[in-house]
């Protein structure tokens, strides 16, 4: 995918010498995020997008990785819970047709549902994650949010089986704290998006359920 090179060669993915890891699927829900605003009706396409608007995107979700690094201490890995800082942040670099006044919100962030769940078929398809719903079958209820520490994901969620397979297939080779609860995140939004986890959003709070 274009796109995805694009952002990996031009994104500055640190800040004041911390380096930050965006897992290769939060790119690509960028690329494909991107993509959607790019051809969508809603948008006017007289003036376009950007090639940059991407880049800006991958940037913001690494800027809130590192907020989060440096309020719990760990390692700085963009999960999930950032990708909501880039529908605000990329709202004055698109322009919309004059019927959508007053939605350019609401459109950018089905739109990038829409590459979520889009990435995570792409990306997770047929792979085995009963483990994973297993845990909220039981009951489990898991708190996560842009301040939540990867450390307090994986205590709450416990042990998960089948998380070996769920990070071999995001092709994770070294696994950290911060990219198992990256992994998990993104497997608990797909779920999410295929009506199989609830999910409520209260400021820089989310709680998956069943």
Not at 157 to 183: F, K, M, N
Request: hydrophobic residues 45%; glycine residues 8%.
């Amino acid at each position: 995918m274009h796109e995805l090179d694009l952002i990996r060669q031009e994104a500055l993915l640190q800040w004041e010498g911390t380096p930050v890891v965006v897992p290769d699927h939060l790119l690509e829900v960028v690329a494909r995020w991107t993509r959607l605003v790019r051809e969508s009706p809603q948008v006017d396409q007289r003036s376009g997008v950007s090639a940059r608007f991407a880049v800006a995107a991958a940037e913001t979700i690494a800027a809130s990785a590192v907020r989060r690094a440096a309020v719990t201490g760990e390692q700085a890995v963009a999960r999930v819970c950032d990708l909501p800082a880039i529908v605000a942040s990329s709202r004055g670099k698109v322009e919309f047709e004059s019927a959508e006044e007053g939605r350019e919100l609401e459109v950018l962030d089905h739109l990038l549902r829409k590459a979520t769940a889009d990435t995570f078929r792409a990306t997770l398809a047929g792979l085995d994650l009963s483990g994973l719903q297993g845990r909220f079958d039981e009951g489990a209820v898991l708190e996560t949010g842009d301040l939540v520490p990867a450390a307090q994901v994986l205590a709450d969620l416990g042990t998960v089986p089948g998380l070996a397979q769920l990070l071999q297939r995001l092709g994770v080779e070294e696994e950290s704290p911060g990219l198992a609860a990256a992994a998990l995140e993104f497997a608990m939004e797909g779920l999410h998006l295929n009506r199989r986890l609830s999910k409520d959003s209260v400021g820089h709070r989310t709680v998956y359920g069943r």
